[in-house]
């Protein structure tokens, strides 16, 4: 979740899902991201330390991601951004250091887990709210489950609306009424990005609860194929406003921006940084002389080379839930790349959905008009004959005639989708 300004950074067309290898790298992230996730929600029980939830999260990203890809030294995986386990009124961020004040967990606490995984630059974000000790048998209720079920009613209506042509306001819209229908409210002018390669903040972007001035300044946009976005929904039973209180900021991501450091110490963080993490967010707490970092990090930060993730609050006594998936709008319609589902029979609220916009949208398919597809596919096939007769034209005596790197014209037909598959299966193989 964010609130600063778009990136301008355009994503070459080899980076995108439309690249089968690609989106594989995607759904290896969203498949360990979604494990990571289970296996946080299985630990949260009372007298449970938040902070040795939040280590055991990032040490499993980790070891699961060094299975995979074994054999690309120079291939970058592992965290993208910091398991973050945030409590009741608390909205994100929160992920303590050694030394910073603990949270230990009680039954009926909120607890929103999120986290991110990447593998060669190709994120997967997911976040997810749980109640400690809800379970089938033993619901929760009350304004727990509403805002439960208001966020992730948001993010299922949401996701269904992620499609090519759409524009990003009619997100905006049916998030609100997702959060109305269970009395709740947004969070105040959070973002879900587009997700670029190495890059959290693409050129577009949804706004859940924009204040007047907030939705005169966000650029109107349509979704389109081959996008990737990370769908990030947060609702309150308060006001939706967040707010820094007290909690020290202890994530942080690299920018773009560059600056001539003076202190030694910075430098050597900032080093650091680049060569560990790149432009991927990281948590102070990975560093083996935490003073020295946050030493480093004050002129990094003051200069613009660092973004502070903030921990933010609600009112105290209000609750907030969240949950996040990512997703890729491609040829065939939407797939869901990473996203853990909510038991809602573990969530027990009195309200009912009676919006009609939003009874549209909750039924809405994710896959694309068969009638279209079968037309692409149509032109697809014709354009395939006509490159086959054109190269058949070059043929002599019914012998096909060499390319200039000695390869038939079958052959060359068939160049670039072989490298794709080639490298698709090379994937497969390692995971």
């Known amino acids: 979740m964010s609130s600063s300004s778009e990136s301008s950074f355009d994503e070459p067309e080899e980076c995108t899902v439309a690249n089968v290898a690609v989106l594989n790298k995607y759904k290896l992230a969203g498949e360990i991201a979604n494990k990571v996730v289970k296996s946080v929600v299985e630990k949260c029980a009372a007298e449970q330390s938040v902070r040795e939830l939040c280590e055991a999260a990032d040490a499993l990203i980790i070891a699961e991601t060094s299975l995979i890809f074994k054999k690309e030294k120079e291939l970058r995986k592992g965290v993208a951004f910091p398991t973050c386990i945030s409590v009741n009124n608390c909205v994100c961020h929160f992920s303590p250091l050694k030394n910073d004040t603990d949270v230990v967990l009680k039954d009926g606490d909120l607890v929103k887990i999120d986290l991110a995984v990447h593998i060669d630059g190709y994120i997967a974000s997911v976040g997810y709210s749980h109640v400690v000790g809800a379970t089938k048998e033993n619901p929760a209720s009350g304004r727990k489950a509403d805002v439960i079920r208001a966020a992730y009613t948001a993010l299922d209506a949401s996701m269904r609306l992620i499609k090519g042509g759409v524009d990003n306001f009619k997100v905006t819209e049916v998030i609100q009424k997702a959060a109305e229908a269970f009395q709740c409210k947004p969070i105040e002018g959070m973002l879900s990005h587009q997700l670029y390669r190495n890059q959290f903040e693409g050129k577009k972007s949804i706004i859940q609860n924009p204040n007047e001035a907030q939705k005169r300044e966000h650029e109107k946009s349509e979704f389109d194929v081959n996008e990737v976005y990370a769908l990030d929904i947060l609702v309150s039973t308060g006001e939706g406003k967040a707010r820094e209180v007290t909690a020290r900021t ?140 054109g190269l058949s034209l070059k043929e002599k005596d019914g012998q096909p005639q060499p390319s200039q790197d000695g390869s038939s014209a079958a052959e060359a037909a068939a160049g670039a989708g072989g490298d794709q598959a080639k490298e698709t299966s090379t994937a497969v193989r390692d995971a």
Request: net charge positive; hydrophobic share 40%.
């Open 250 to 389: 202890t994530i942080y991501r690299k920018t773009d921006s560059s600056y001539p450091l003076r202190m030694k110490t910075s430098r050597a963080f900032f080093s650091e940084v680049g060569a560990k993490y790149d432009m991927m967010g990281f948590c102070l707490r990975y560093f083996e002389d935490e003073k020295k970092a946050r030493l480093g990090i004050a002129e990094c930060v003051n200069h613009g080379l660092l973004t502070p993730f903030p921990v933010l609050y609600e009112k105290e006594g209000d609750l907030v839930a969240q949950f996040k998936c990512t997703v890729a709008i491609t040829a065939t319609g939407l797939q869901k790349i990473s996203g853990f589902p909510l038991d809602v029979d573990a969530y027990k609220s009195d309200h009912k959905i009676a919006d009609a916009d939003l009874k549209e949208a909750l039924s809405t398919g994710t896959k694309t008009n068969k009638k279209k597809k079968a037309k692409a596919k149509k032109a697809a096939g014709e354009a395939a004959n006509a490159a086959i007769m």
